[in-house]
């Protein structure tokens, strides 16, 4: 199997498709009309290649070659006193560097590469969220029933955050329309479709204070709990405390109910006559009264991974339970997640997770499982995976890797070329991803460190890591 990798300027960030060779080359026009897994989405520019296919006739690295020039760079002390990696030619599966690579250690915010993939072959990439809104038991009562879309946006300012995101405004103008002559009394909240704990094991009191980096986890909300629809990295976008009665308040207001009246409770079952309540002066209890789509699954799959937000992750993760006829919870997720994991034929066994986005302190994944999933991805076996690497931030470029391997650090010449997620807890730094060597080899590797004393210098050391594997020349 041979993974073709090709940088692009000027679009969100590296095309990448999984499949034989031909296919793989035919992108280096742009996307492949026909590819396997690619749901379209709102047209780029034309992007500029700055990194041509990679070949499986590149020379190969030498494990041993490739020993010594990572063992200076793996054993720098900004890096900690644990560190674990794995290293994996792509195209011949060979295994060019470990350290410790089955061990489980703190993944951080790498452990969305997993619910990346496990969404994917659960879902499927064209797959959609809906917010529904029905009718109340009484007339003018309306129950907004939260389906676990977090990317659901308010009003149309805030497409900045997810661009082409559902909206409650519009939802809120189908339900007037909906409603005809019938005055909206009361708004009830439905979340019933996740269940359990709002919090993870493992989250810090201080993740979820309204400037952390998470909200607690409700099958409803809007801007993925934010009060305003702005993306901070390191926390600093406040959340609501309640986001699913704050989404209510908001969706009430909109249509003239008293915010006053917004509680939560659980929808009525659905009635058997879709007509809308109120439209022919008859109140239908049940009845829909309207409903918005997210955009398809992978374009959520892509923000959560560029911006590495937690929430979508949480959200993403409660599907591969749902799909799995599991419960939406944490423990359910997680189970549902390692269940698909092997399934996939992936070692499951190589990971405890306590949530989906890497928040929780407790989680613990190997590199190889990283490293393995990253190379199923390459592969053609599984076209959904291969949607991952859409999202994943390219060095020096996007998301959470558009300010690393900057110039003067000496990394820079992996710019464009690594595409990785990044991860960071508290002592804990870690990076994983692809990479293509200056023989054109596609590698993929998973570096995890733990007890750095400076987050800064572990993540600089990291990243030297990376920028050498790409200038081996091993």
Same mark, same amino acid.
């Given at each position: 199997?041979?993974?073709?990798?090709?940088?692009?300027?000027?679009?969100?960030?590296?095309?990448? &498709?999984?499949?034989?060779?031909?296919?793989?080359?035919?992108? %280096? #026009?742009?996307?492949?009309?026909?590819?396997?897994? /690619?749901? =379209?989405?709102?047209?780029?520019? /034309?992007?500029?290649?700055?990194?041509?296919?990679?070949?499986?006739? #590149?020379?190969?690295?030498?494990?041993?070659?490739?020993?010594?020039?990572?063992?200076?760079?793996?054993?720098?002390? =900004?890096?900690?006193?644990?560190?674990?990696?794995?290293?994996?030619?792509?195209?011949?599966? *060979?295994?060019?560097?470990?350290?410790?690579?089955?061990?489980? !250690?703190?993944?951080?915010?790498?452990?969305?590469?997993?619910? =990346?993939?496990?969404?994917?072959?659960?879902?499927?990439?064209?797959?959609?969220?809906?917010?529904?809104?029905?009718?109340?038991?009484?007339?003018?009562?309306?129950?907004?029933?939260?389906?676990?879309?977090?990317?659901?946006?308010?009003?149309?300012?805030?497409?900045?955050?997810?661009?082409?995101?559902?909206?409650?405004?519009?939802?809120?103008?189908?339900? +007037? +329309?909906?409603?005809?002559? $019938?005055?909206?009394?009361?708004?009830?909240?439905?979340?019933?479709?996740?269940?359990?704990?709002?919090?993870? *094991?493992?989250?810090?009191?201080?993740?979820?204070?309204?400037?952390?980096?998470?909200?607690?986890?409700?099958?409803?909300?809007?801007?993925?709990?934010?009060?305003?629809?702005?993306?901070?990295?390191?926390?600093?976008?406040?959340?609501? $405390?309640?986001?699913?009665?704050?989404?209510?308040?908001?969706?009430?207001?909109?249509?003239?109910?008293?915010?006053? /009246?917004?509680?939560?409770?659980?929808?009525?079952?659905?009635?058997?006559?879709?007509?809308?309540?109120?439209? $022919?002066? *008859?109140?239908?209890?049940?009845?829909?009264?309207?409903?918005?789509?997210?955009?398809?699954?992978?374009?959520?799959?892509?923000?959560?991974?560029?911006?590495?937000?937690?929430?979508?992750?949480?959200? %993403? #993760?409660?599907?591969?339970?749902?799909?799995?006829?599991?419960?939406?919870?944490?423990?359910?997720?997680?189970?549902?997640?390692?269940?698909?994991?092997?399934?996939?034929?992936?070692?499951?066994?190589?990971?405890?997770?306590?949530?989906?986005?890497?928040?929780?302190?407790?989680?613990?994944?190997?590199?190889?499982?990283?490293?393995? !999933?990253?190379?199923?991805?390459?592969?053609?076996?599984?076209? =959904?995976?291969?949607?991952?690497?859409?999202?994943?931030?390219?060095?020096?470029?996007?998301?959470?890797?558009?300010?690393?391997?900057?110039?003067?650090?000496?990394?820079? *010449?992996?710019?464009?070329?690594?595409?990785?997620? /990044?991860?960071?807890?508290?002592?804990?730094?870690?990076?994983?991803?692809?990479?293509?060597?200056?023989?054109?080899?596609?590698?993929?590797?998973?570096?995890?460190? +733990?007890?750095?004393?400076?987050?800064?210098?572990?993540?600089?050391?990291?990243?030297?890591?990376?920028? &050498?594997?790409?200038?081996?020349?091993?």
């Amino acid at each position: 199997m041979v993974l073709v990798l090709i940088a692009m300027v000027g679009a969100v960030g590296l095309v990448v &498709r999984p499949g034989p060779v031909d296919g793989w080359l035919d992108a %280096l #026009g742009g996307e492949p009309a026909n590819s396997p897994g /690619t749901v =379209a989405t709102t047209p780029e520019p /034309t992007p500029t290649p700055v990194l041509l296919a990679a070949e499986a006739a #590149g020379a190969a690295p030498d494990p041993a070659a490739v020993r010594e020039a990572l063992d200076p760079l793996v054993n720098a002390s =900004a890096l900690g006193s644990s560190v674990h990696v794995s290293v994996l030619d792509v195209a011949s599966d *060979t295994v060019l560097y470990e350290r410790a690579p089955g061990t489980m !250690t703190t993944p951080a915010s790498t452990t969305k590469v997993l619910t =990346a993939a496990t969404v994917l072959a659960a879902r499927g990439a064209a797959y959609r969220l809906e917010t529904r809104v029905v009718a109340g038991s009484e007339p003018g009562e309306v129950v907004i029933i939260g389906g676990g879309d977090a990317s659901l946006a308010v009003e149309e300012d805030d497409k900045d955050l997810f661009p082409g995101a559902a909206r409650l405004d519009d939802l809120a103008a189908q339900v +007037k +329309k909906a409603l005809g002559g $019938t005055k909206p009394t009361r708004v009830l909240v439905d979340t019933s479709l996740f269940t359990g704990p709002e919090t993870a *094991t493992g989250w810090s009191a201080d993740d979820i204070t309204p400037g952390g980096q998470v909200a607690r986890i409700q099958s409803l909300m809007t801007n993925a709990g934010r009060v305003e629809p702005v993306h901070n990295e390191f926390g600093g976008d406040p959340r609501f $405390t309640d986001p699913s009665l704050s989404a209510g308040k908001l969706f009430a207001k909109m249509i003239g109910a008293p915010q006053t /009246t917004v509680s939560k409770s659980t929808a009525l079952n659905p009635a058997p006559s879709a007509s809308a309540a109120g439209s $022919t002066g *008859t109140w239908t209890p049940g009845a829909e009264l309207g409903k918005v789509e997210s955009p398809p699954l992978v374009q959520i799959v892509d923000w959560m991974l560029q911006q590495s937000d937690n929430v979508l992750a949480e959200a %993403l #993760g409660r599907q591969v339970a749902l799909a799995a006829g599991k419960e939406a919870s944490f423990a359910g997720t997680a189970e549902a997640m390692s269940d698909k994991l092997r399934e996939l034929g992936l070692p499951a066994d190589e990971a405890e997770l306590f949530d989906a986005s890497g928040l929780s302190n407790r989680n613990g994944i190997s590199p190889t499982l990283l490293v393995r !999933t990253l190379a199923l991805a390459a592969g053609d076996s599984q076209p =959904a995976l291969g949607n991952i690497f859409n999202g994943l931030p390219v060095a020096g470029w996007s998301g959470t890797l558009v300010t690393r391997f900057a110039t003067p650090s000496g990394n820079e *010449t992996a710019q464009g070329i690594v595409r990785a997620k /990044t991860g960071s807890l508290t002592g804990v730094n870690s990076l994983a991803g692809v990479l293509v060597t200056r023989e054109q080899r596609v590698l993929a590797f998973a570096i995890m460190a +733990k007890g750095g004393p400076d987050a800064i210098a572990a993540r600089a050391a990291l990243d030297e890591v990376a920028a &050498r594997l790409v200038a081996c020349g091993c």
